[in-house]
Structures are given as C-alpha cells and as structure tokens.
C-alpha cells in the first residue's frame, strides 16, 4: 500500500497528475509512493512555461545580483531541509542515511557557489583591426534548458546544472528520473519558497519514450544537460538532432584505482572500499577496476576481504548502516549475470557474490580476482557492490590497463611517489584523478570525463558559460558617413 502521493511542479504549481505509477522501497520491494507520469502534454506546458518566464520582464529584467541571492536563498534552504530530503531519498533509493544526510547538506553550497557567481561572468571589449568600430561581447542566456538526471546522487546532479543555469538567467525544465523521484518533487517546493517566479524552474517526471523524448527533442528547448548511462545518451542525441539544442552529456565510467606497492596499504584500502561499496557501488565514479602491483596484491586483497565481510549491510534508515539495498530488481538481476559469466569464464570469487538473507534488492559486497583476464566484470559498467581486480608489474602495465577502456570518468592512483604520481596523473584518459584519496569534490571543480564517459563539464567557474551564448555588439564611433556601401568594411 502507498502512503504518499507526489505532483508535478510546472509554471509555479503542483498539478494533479493525470496518470501516476508506483515507487518502490528497495529495502522492502514493496510500493511506497505514487508518482506523476507526465505526459507529453504536460512536457508541452512546461517548456512553454519556461519559454514565457525567458522572455518575461520578471526574470529578463532582473539583474544578476537579484539572481544569485534567489540561488543563495535556495541553498540555504536546502542545506536547512537536508534531513527531510535525505530521508526521502533514503526511502525511494536506498542510499544510506548518512550519505544522503551529509551529501544534501553540502549540495547548498553548490547553489551558494553559482549565487556568488551570477554577477561575477564577464563579456569582453574587443580592440578589433577596424578604426572607429568599438566591439563588445555579451554573453546572454542560451535559453530553456532540459536537465534529465538519474536516480543516483540527484540532488547534486541537479544543482550542477540548476546552479550555472540559473546564474546565467536560462530558465529550466527538469526531469526527475522515475526510479527514486521523490527528493527532486519534494525540492521542488523550496524552488517556489525561494521565490523564484513562475516558470522559471519547472520539475516533473515520468518515462523516457514520451516525457523524456518529448524533452529533449523539444522545438523550444536550447540546451540539454544529461547525466546517465550511454545508451540512453545515445537515444538523448538523436532526439537532439530536432531542435540541435547544444548538448553536454556525462555518463557513466569503468574507473580504475592503481594501488603501487609503495602506496600506504591500509588508507589505500580505504579508498578502494569507498569507491566500489560506498552507495552500494551506485556511482558514475565508482573505482571498480583495482590495479594493484603484483607484489602486494595477495596482501592488499586479504585487507580488501577483511574489509568488505565487515561492511554492515541493513535498513538504509539506520545511520549504524554502511550499505544499503540496490535501487531496482532489474539492478540486482543484471549484476548477478554479469558476475556469474565472470565467473564462469575464469574469474576467482574473492568474497561476496550472494544476496543478504531477507527482502529487498541487497547484494553482498562482492570481490572478484580477474587473474589477468578480460573478464565481463572488468569490462562492463555494473553499477554496483563488485570489485574486479587485475595485476601489474610496472609503471608502464599499470598505466595500459588503468587506460584499456572505452570509459574515462575517474581515476584514483596510490603511490608515495610524488613523481610517479605526477606522471600517471598526466597520463591517464580520464577527466578526474585522485591521488591518495577517492570520491571526493567541490563546487568549484569542473568534473567530467572522456570518451564514453561523456561530452562537457559541470561544475566550476567556466560551468556558466556552457550556459550562455556570445554575442558581438558593434559600435560605429565615427560621424562619418559610410563611404562605400559595396564593400565589406
């Protein structure tokens, strides 16, 4: 039985849904919520409300500053309401409380960061080659923008592009991903306490093949800001082709972690556990390739198992809780697959590999010894609790296996050596590498990646511009007249 119904925000108001669908508890398996389905219609009326808040005196003519102190309002209310969002997310999710806690609680600083921004983007004077012609750049809203996020960490997700998108002026519709939509509704009204006028931010959810397709292929839609998995990018860009909004993209990732064998072993070990068992292994960045040097791999695994039999798996409501559920069946049964074929095909199960006594989508923590294979796990995005760990033998190996992957999102490197550090550092194809630490960052770093890991960054001081367009302004300083209208000046 569900004991709560959500709507849908769109040009100020929560509307009645039309058609609604169950959420799931992934710790129970059972239906707790009712979602909105919307309807290509509903698509339809928010954009359009986004495309009149655009051009509205309200939010046209307000200046920058106005701007950034709703986003900083915004902030400080998310930060104040981080405990209710964090158990709503918990409960339609199954991210452990205290992540959830402590990550909404820092998403504020996301919207203080873009607030403190908004008056701070420059445009340019530009002394051009042309006597008497003074040129000056704008830079002016790119439009509406289409944000679609996943389920996963979608509180952060969002306010990576609500954020710079706001700052610039754009106006927004996003789209909360049907599985776990409950925190991104409940945000919703605190997008309309803040004051923001009608329109300018809308939030809905419902399915890829009418609400998600209908969005970004949107004839009023400029700009879209996806982050997900490649396959549904894919579908993302087709759509795309109809109204060429400009489009960045940040997907998911087959991160490696390379441990060397001067590496400090246990912090090491530590940043690998939080890498692949922290969210349930439910992060585009989750370090779920292990390089670790051949000389202490039998050692740093035997710490890793230790490690991961020890991790408290239980209610996601329980703060005593370090693991939770997995967010779908369809989650759990994919990952089951790939590990049975892994093992099939030679893998060496380290620990793990099996489902927790009782209800719910949980998985065991799970550790697989590749043995120098090219196994399914080491290859595929699980999006889970499993470890596939390869070894090496130098520099050289470890850098050609932490780069064999059409992926390149995040990295990790462990090493005493501060030259060995900076040369991986330099050389690994992936947007983001952290050296003795993992899964850390900050509103003031861009994050994205390479290859099938992505198009675009979001985060930091340039993230406003992806938002806006150029525009040149030229300024005839002469009272001369034109002196010879057939030829370009």
Request: net charge negative.
């Amino acid at each position: 039985m569900t004991d709560a119904v959500f709507r849908n925000f769109i040009d100020g108001r929560f509307d009645e849904p039309s058609a609604t669908f169950d959420s799931v508890d992934p710790s129970a398996g059972t239906a707790w919520a009712r979602m909105p389905a919307a309807s290509e219609a509903d698509v339809d009326r928010a954009v359009e409300a986004a495309h009149r808040a655009l051009r509205s005196d309200l939010w046209r003519r307000m200046t920058a500053t106005a701007r950034g102190k709703l986003l900083v309002k915004l902030g400080d209310l998310v930060a104040a309401n981080a405990g209710r969002l964090a158990e709503l997310e918990t409960r339609d999710t199954g991210k452990i409380i205290r992540e959830t806690r402590a990550q909404i609680a820092y998403v504020g600083d996301y919207y203080r960061y873009y607030g403190g921004l908004a008056d701070k983007h420059e445009g340019a004077h530009v002394p051009v080659d042309k006597a008497d012609l003074d040129v000056i750049i704008r830079r002016e809203p790119i439009g509406v923008v289409a944000a679609v996020v996943p389920w996963n960490s979608q509180l952060f997700l969002s306010a990576v592009k609500l954020g710079p998108a706001l700052a610039a002026g754009c106006t927004i519709v996003l789209k909360a991903s049907e599985d776990g939509p409950a925190p991104l509704l409940a945000f919703a009204e605190l997008v309309h306490e803040a004051g923001f006028p009608a329109g300018v931010v809308n939030i809905l959810t419902g399915f890829g093949h009418d609400c998600g397709r209908r969005l970004t292929s949107h004839p009023l839609v400029s700009r879209v800001a996806f982050t997900g998995g490649p396959s549904t990018a894919r579908a993302v860009v087709r759509n795309t082709a109809e109204n060429l909004a400009y489009t960045t993209l940040e997907l998911g990732g087959k991160s490696p972690v390379v441990v060397f064998a001067d590496a400090d072993l246990d912090s090491a070990a530590n940043a690998v556990v939080a890498g692949i068992f922290a969210a349930t292994g439910q992060s585009c960045v989750a370090g779920s390739r292990l390089l670790v040097e051949r000389s202490v791999k039998d050692e740093f695994l035997a710490r890793l198992k230790r490690k991961a039999e020890a991790i408290r798996i239980g209610d996601p409501q329980d703060p005593a809780t370090e693991m939770g559920p997995l967010a779908t069946l369809r989650q759990r049964d994919w990952i089951e697959k790939v590990v049975a074929e892994s093992l099939t095909a030679g893998g060496m199960l380290v620990t793990g590999g099996t489902r927790p006594v009782g209800s719910g989508f949980y998985y065991a923590p799970t550790i697989i010894d590749a043995n120098g294979s090219d196994l399914p796990c080491v290859r595929e995005e699980l999006f889970g609790p499993v470890l596939s760990v390869l070894a090496f033998d130098s520099e050289a190996q470890a850098l050609a296996l932490a780069n064999d992957t059409p992926f390149g999102l995040a990295s990790g490197v462990f090493t005493s050596n501060l030259g060995k550090a900076h040369r991986m550092a330099r050389d690994i194809h992936a947007g983001v590498v952290w050296v003795n630490t993992y899964r850390a960052v900050s509103p003031l770093v861009p994050f994205g990646g390479y290859g099938l890991s992505g198009l675009g960054r979001e985060g930091g001081l340039d993230a406003i511009r992806d938002y806006t367009r150029s525009k040149s302004v030229w300024i005839n300083t002469s009272d001369e007249p034109i002196p010879d209208p057939f030829v370009m000046r």
